[in-house]
């Protein structure tokens, strides 16, 4: 443990919340660099109220414990409390707020909040110097207390629901923001078919477009406004004919989303009233507004948001620990799955760069500065909102089926393949119930309308089987040449790929089974190979946290109760480890991770300490396959002997809710990008392997599970996943979240070995870098 080695040398942490709003996961943060801090020996302040605490000083800044920030990682907000303050802004505002720091040695500070907040440490930090020479002429310090104070080192945490802060790939509070508004949409969307209405929905972004923009990707809106691309003139009519032919081919209900900071050309505002009148006057329609307002700053965070604040805060406190005077002040931001450190004002200047463009009216410029993955998203809402003329009838035909067991995600997935398949000129079928409905001759033709609303729908609505191919690959040969099938795309878990694996093999027997076959994983498990995160996964992750948030609070009027929660995933460990840390778990056992009988009693004696403090509940995770022997019932009546008289233990089993019911608006985002690059690598696939009149493409590179790596979508040959694949427990043999490991046993106090968490990478920021 480095307690042992840091504890003299480390200054005391300072954390600072944000001043300007509060949003969800700032707890998580809180909670995340509190016992970090504990954990590497340094003494903690938190300081309550924002800047005006650290400006007012006195009971605001108070020195915490571990138990000080118990039982606050499912709340919204912030329980240190958030401010607006002037005061701060002035000379003298910042030398009171650096004689409050001073008095308690605090020369680290930890800075959750927006570019406003990051800016103002900054130039806090800029001053330090000349703050307290001012503080030591005016004899409020002494020379002594000058020198040992003498630098101040800055880390921040961006704290932004509109996502606006270049250099990160997501910011606190933005994912959860995302779950208010679909959920909304979600119950909205009920009614507006039922009463066949037009709903006008404004979200918050007054000056960036990000929850608009992923809210309309993720819902299927017919309309978007957004304050980055306004649109050209005329768009009353072109918005008016688009509702107009949803309703005669079909639609009971229309959805326009815009943000409270849309604009047309010439920056004039578009509200949604002038929407609302428009859409009534023009067609008629009984049409309705929706203002989501705070609503979406509110409620409990999202497991992605908990998690990320866990993983930001942490690493702030080891940034915090390698800090030296020569170290610029940095901002820990998220590179795919990652936590990397990023110069602090250069992000904040990319960050303006954006509304200067936009200021100019170089609005294409603007969205490019938003980043690549607000500009993929910007297309493919283009590309799928709206019924295209086929330019061009291909020969084509594409077969998409569903594989294994259900997944949120699968049916964004499904709709978005079918949509950008159909523009393309092919022929798509969905077939049924899996490998064995293609066997069977289960298809139907699919037309662009045939997908409307699925988005949003959990499960399969195609219908999913376990079933391989292997035993039924002359019948699945048949109905491939029966249907002068193409292409496949599976989308599905590790049936999927292995399904696929079994087909390509299959090729030098068949030679109709040289055709173009795209995996898109999807399962609650995520332990299909070649992809670090499978749709269904986030909605899993996200239902198990549900339900360990009300076992939690069951226990709330029951003192000393530990609870063994048993979750899905086969041998996969990642639900079980990801819900662990979004809960605070105090263990999660994990198949990867191998437990003896050593171990459970360390645990046994962990909770039994644990109770004779204040917290006095404790949850643990068991992955189902976790250990042979060692099962849910094995623990749960270990757990209740050896702390008989000391605390009761009940058990749980989560089971199929896991599977979760309408989908996160991650997996709605990811399945719905899936499908239109499966789709695109699919359509240059057939295009290179056409000759004499048909496609045949037997080379390995054709048959690939299309997956997220890093932050790159790429596709991986089936063929090379082969060795990097366990098939006796369906996983893969490399799982980078094992990294994560370490953080759920730190922040749950555990005696790890802290040379196992892989700090976070030092990145560069440029305009390039961003826009790629």
């Not at 072109?238 to 409270?260: D, F, P, Q, Y």
């Not at 702030?316 to 590179?335: F, K, N, Q, R, Y």
């Not at 976790?626 to 989560?654: A, M, P, Q, W």
Request: aromatic share 8%; net charge neutral.
């Amino acid at each position: 443990l480095l307690t042992t080695v840091t504890r003299e040398r480390i200054a005391p942490l300072h954390l600072l919340p944000a001043f300007d709003f509060a949003m969800q996961g700032m707890n998580a943060a809180v909670r995340a660099v509190t016992r970090m801090g504990i954990y590497v020996g340094a003494k903690v302040y938190l300081i309550h109220e924002g800047y005006q605490g650290m400006v007012d000083g006195g009971d605001n800044i108070k020195l915490a414990n571990w138990q000080s920030v118990t039982n606050i990682i499912q709340l919204g907000g912030t329980v240190i409390g958030s401010a607006r303050c002037k005061a701060f802004t002035t000379r003298e505002g910042r030398i009171a707020a650096a004689f409050n720091l001073v008095k308690k040695g605090i020369t680290n500070l930890c800075v959750c909040g927006g570019d406003g907040s990051l800016t103002g440490a900054n130039i806090f930090r800029n001053e330090w110097s000349s703050l307290l020479d001012e503080l030591l002429k005016k004899g409020r310090i002494t020379d002594t207390m000058a020198k040992q104070h003498a630098n101040l080192n800055i880390v921040g945490l961006v704290g932004s629901i509109d996502n606006d802060f270049c250099g990160t790939d997501m910011t606190i509070g933005a994912d959860s923001a995302l779950h208010r508004i679909m959920e909304i949409i979600d119950a909205i969307m009920t009614t507006a078919q039922s009463h066949q209405r037009t709903f006008v929905l404004e979200v918050m972004g007054r000056h960036c477009g990000y929850l608009a923009l992923v809210s309309a990707l993720a819902s299927g809106a017919d309309w978007l406004l957004i304050p980055e691309a306004p649109p050209q003139e005329g768009w009353e009519d072109r918005m008016c004919h688009r509702l107009e032919g949803s309703r005669t081919k079909g639609s009971r209900l229309n959805i326009i989303i815009l943000a409270e900071g849309a604009i047309d050309t010439n920056g004039k505002p578009i509200t949604s009233t002038y929407v609302k009148d428009l859409v009534g006057k023009r067609l008629g329609y009984d049409t309705r507004v929706t203002v989501l307002g705070h609503v979406q700053r509110g409620g409990t965070p999202s497991a992605f948001d908990r998690i990320l604040s866990c993983k930001l805060g942490v690493e702030a406190v080891i940034a915090l620990m390698e800090a030296s005077p020569d170290t610029p002040p940095c901002a820990i931001g998220l590179s795919g799955n990652h936590a990397v450190r990023l110069p602090l004002m250069e992000c904040v200047e990319m960050t303006k760069l954006v509304q200067t463009a936009m200021n100019e009216k170089r609005f294409d410029e603007a969205i490019k500065l938003r980043g690549g993955s607000f500009e993929n998203n910007w297309k493919i809402y283009k590309l799928l909102a709206f019924q295209k003329p086929v330019q061009s009838e291909t020969s084509f035909s594409l077969a998409i089926l569903n594989v294994g067991a259900p997944a949120a995600g699968m049916n964004a997935a499904v709709r978005s393949a079918v949509r950008l398949a159909l523009a393309h000129g092919q022929k798509v079928f969905a077939v049924h119930d899996g490998f064995q409905g293609l066997a069977n001759g289960n298809l139907v033709e699919m037309k662009w309308h045939s997908v409307a609303g699925w988005t949003g729908q959990g499960g399969s609505l195609l219908g999913t089987k376990r079933t391989l191919p292997e035993k039924h690959m002359a019948e699945i040969v048949e109905t491939i040449t029966k249907f002068n099938i193409s292409a496949l795309l599976v989308i599905g878990g590790f049936e999927g790929y292995v399904g696929v694996l079994q087909l390509f093999e299959a090729r030098s027997r068949f030679d109709e089974l040289c055709i173009p076959m795209c995996v898109i994983p999807a399962t609650v498990s995520n332990n299909v190979p070649g992809t670090d995160f499978s749709l269904g996964a986030d909605t899993a992750v996200n239902a198990a946290m549900e339900s360990c948030d009300k076992i939690k609070q069951s226990a709330s009027g029951t003192k000393r109760r530990v609870f063994v929660v048993e979750t899905m995933g086969g041998f996969c460990g990642y639900l079980a480890t990801c819900t662990g840390i979004a809960v605070g778990a105090d263990a999660a056992y994990i198949y990867e991770e191998p437990i003896n009988i050593h171990d459970l009693k360390t645990n046994v004696d962990h909770l039994t300490e644990k109770m004779k403090q204040d917290i006095q509940r404790g949850l643990v995770l068991r992955n189902e396959k976790c250990h042979e022997n060692y099962t849910t019932d094995f623990i749960h009546r270990l757990y209740s002997s050896e702390g008989k008289g000391i605390f009761d233990c009940r058990v749980n089993v989560l089971g199929h809710l896991q599977q979760g019911g309408a989908p996160s608006p991650f997996d709605r985002n990811f399945g719905t990008k899936l499908g239109v690059k499966a789709i695109q690598w699919i359509s240059e696939r057939l295009n290179e392997n056409f000759r004499q009149g048909r496609v045949f493409a037997n080379s390995p590179d054709t048959a690939c599970v299309l997956g997220l790596n890093r932050k790159v979508i790429s596709f991986s040959p089936v063929t090379e996943l082969k060795d990097r694949t366990d098939f006796e427990h369906r996983v893969p043999l490399v799982h980078w979240w094992m990294n994560l490991r370490p953080l759920l046993k730190m922040l749950a106090k555990y005696q790890t070995s802290f040379c196992e968490y892989v700090p976070g990478e030092i990145e560069h920021v440029t305009r390039r870098s961003i826009i790629e």
